[in-house]
């Protein structure tokens, strides 16, 4: 049986209500999480400062060195050195084709911290790793990244003199050992006096390249990690670079600063061109432009902000979490707060309007209100008192037409009587007419003849509006139908009689829209339905349902004869259980019409009517 959920008014006010709330408190998440993204670029902006450390150097190059050497790139290191307050995670120059030709963290020799644990007293040894060869420095590099977050991977080292044995209780730095394996795997090696090897554990590895920590560290108090990918940024960087040096770009007055954010890191990046010296700016310029082929190369300089994204995530979004569960019960609050003062007046109306379908018209609703809710409160008052005068005047009308019914029934009796008439008259006429031999008399017998046949077609002329739908010129006019809302329609009209013989109509399966004439096509689902309830049982069930392009009407109860179901279509055929007279006669007419098809079928239920819609009707 078909279900279908009420989506009441009050329930569309709260969602409405709702949503808005929420939305505005997404709203709200989004520009906070922008908010913080932007204040990461500017606070770096600002506090480190690069666009004046940038023209410092560039000014530099022009002034003194004019040429992407070593002495610029000593220059650089000395400037970095000197001044006070500049801050950078990394500085490279690029040449005019956009090629790395300096980086500042390779001048930072790679070093590996030891953790040692003695008598519960935790040291650190420092070790410059500068004196191993470069691809042991990349396998031990190797070693540490896949093994970062292991704080209890042994590292084996011994020193090249044995001053450091009686010191290893205390934190120290060194440059020279004369043993060194991790992971049972040696890299140094060239003891000479039986030097004590010493077990201590890896704690942290940093080179041009990475950053390690076997126990982690925190890029804020929620997000611990174990390495940090220089060389990562130094690639996501000079990508967001290359993208518009120097191809996008032809000419060139100042830096370009720009932000990005690649896989949840934020960086703060700005490019300073290295202009010759020579150069000499273009003519009639107004910011004092040089073209791109005076430029000798770029200067960039980037700080980032490591998991920012996750960062802000966390700090808009997870550390707030309480504050939105509780925004989201006061929401559900107030929306239920709003929908009830706003449905309590129309649930009024609505149980005034019931009362008005059942026949009470005394309610009265309160009309103090003077909005719209008030208008309408007056208006259903005042549709109340004329449903009340119109059912008077119709109730009159009823019983005129129960004279006018009186009147029809004698109609027929008449009509009956007067078609019996004429027709022994007719035939006693003919008689005489067999039998006489007097002409004038016989003239005399076809007059009367004549009249008798002129009233009879006066009779039968007016029985013919009866047959209209059989004369083939009736003129459908086609529309789109809901056949669902039809049958609920008929079924609403009928619910008296359905009421009175405790009969469940129950509608299965989705019905869809058809093709046809409205008027037409109600008047034979209406046919269908009365014949149904006629046929009924007490607490019966009539059953409506649409299958595979057949509409089906099925009622219980008795079945019909073979002769039944050949003949009910018939016209003039008795009202009883031996025919349906001329409804079905009706009904068949409309649907040859339309050109659907239809039967009647005894079923294990009762009977069924169905018709047959054609697939271009649907």
Known sequence: MKTMFKMTLGKKIFILVFMSFVLIQVLNVTLDFHREKSHIYIQNDNIYNIDALSRQLSILYNQKYNDLNSSFYEGIEQTLEA?????????????????????????????????????????????????????????????????????????????????????????????????????????????????????????????????????GFYIDEYDNTHEDNYQKHDEIVLDYVSSFLPQQCETFSSGVSGIEEKEGTIYSIHCMPLISKDAKPIENSEFGDYDVQDVDGYLVFYTYELNAIGRITHQVIYSKMIIYIFSFIVCIMISLLISYILTRRIKKMSQATLSIANNDFDIQLNEKAKDELGVLSHNINQMSQQLKTTIQQLNDEIEYVKKLEGMRKEFIANFTHEIKTPLSIINGYIELI?????????????????????????????????????????????????????????????????????????????FPHIQGDFKELKIVFQNFMSNAIKHTPQDGHIYLNYENGILKFENEGHHLSDEQITKIWDTYV??????????????????????????????EKGVQFQIHIKDNEI
């Open 83 to 215: 001044e006070d307050g500049y801050k950078i995670d990394s500085l490279f120059v690029l040449n005019p084709d956009s090629d790395m030709v300096y980086n500042l963290r390779e001048k930072n020799a790679p070093s590996l911290t030891l953790r040692n644990e003695n008598e519960g007293i935790t040291t650190y040894l420092q070790i410059n790793l500068s004196q191993i060869p470069i691809d042991q420095q990349k396998q031990i590099e190797n070693i540490l990244r896949k093994q970062v977050e292991n704080n209890q991977l042994p590292v084996n080292i011994a020193f090249t003199t044995n001053d450091f044995q009686d010191n290893l209780n205390i934190s120290m730095v060194i440059d020279d050992i004369s043993y060194l394996s991790i992971d049972n795997r040696i890299f140094v090696d060239h003891r000479q006096n039986n030097e004590k090897i010493y077990t201590m554990y890896f704690e942290i590895y940093e080179s041009a390249n990475c950053f390690l920590s076997a126990q």
């Open 574 to 603: 008795s009202g009883d259980r031996h025919g349906t007279g001329l409804g079905l006669a009706i009904c068949r007419a409309i649907l040859d019409l339309h050109g659907f098809s239809y039967c009647v079928i005894n079923s």
């Open 434 to 510: 067999e039998a006489g031999k007097d002409d004038l008399k016989k003239q005399q017998y076809l007059s009367a003849i004549h009249q008798e046949i002129e009233h009879i077609n006066q009779l039968i002329m007016a029985m013919l509006d009866l047959s209209r739908l059989e004369s083939g010129k009736v003129e459908l006019y086609k529309e789109d139908i809901d056949l669902e809302d039809l049958l609920m329609s008929i079924v609403e009209t009928f619910a008296p009689i359905l009421k009175k013989k405790h009969i469940h109509v129950v509608l299965e399966d989705e």
